[in-house]
Nanobody, 123 residues
Framework: QVHVVESGGGWVQVGGSLRLSCTAS????????MGWYRQTPGKQRDLVAALTPSGSTFYADSVKGRFTISGDNDKNTVYLQMNNLKPEDTAIYSC?????????????????WGRGTQVTVSS
């Protein structure tokens, strides 16, 4: 089994920044991708950003230019740097480790989920 833990969430004012971390432990292939999702009450969980072992990245249109995903392979960790935060960024951010990414589509069902970390942006 793969254990996934997120951290770094919190409260921030509009225009502020946060950096989320996601660490995966257990049996996981180094060839698989990792992704960040977010979900608000009453809405679907949407992909925010994804990172492949080769360094390819994907960003949702709503966060392009503001969020950056990066990784540390030695630590099995991915980060999500979030800048210029807006109230609409408020959500529970969850990490999916070990997914498949192909042609701009991330297959989260193949990976393992963390419990999520709350991000709140206040105006």
């Amino acid at each position: 089994q793969v254990h996934v833990v997120e951290s770094g969430g919190g409260w921030v004012q509009v225009g502020g920044s946060l950096r989320l971390s996601c660490t995966a432990s257990g049996t996981i292939s180094n060839t698989l991708a990792m992704g960040w999702y977010r979900q608000t009450p009453g809405k679907q969980r949407d992909l925010v950003a994804a990172l492949t072992p080769s360094g390819s990245t994907f960003y949702a249109d709503s966060v392009k230019g503001r969020f950056t995903i990066s990784g540390d392979n030695d630590k099995n960790t991915v980060y999500l740097q979030m800048n210029n935060l807006k109230p609409e960024d408020t959500a529970i951010y969850s990490c999916n480790a070990g997914g498949l990414f192909y042609d701009g589509i991330y297959d989260a069902d193949f990976g393992s989920w963390g419990r999520g970390t709350q991000v709140t942006v206040s105006s």
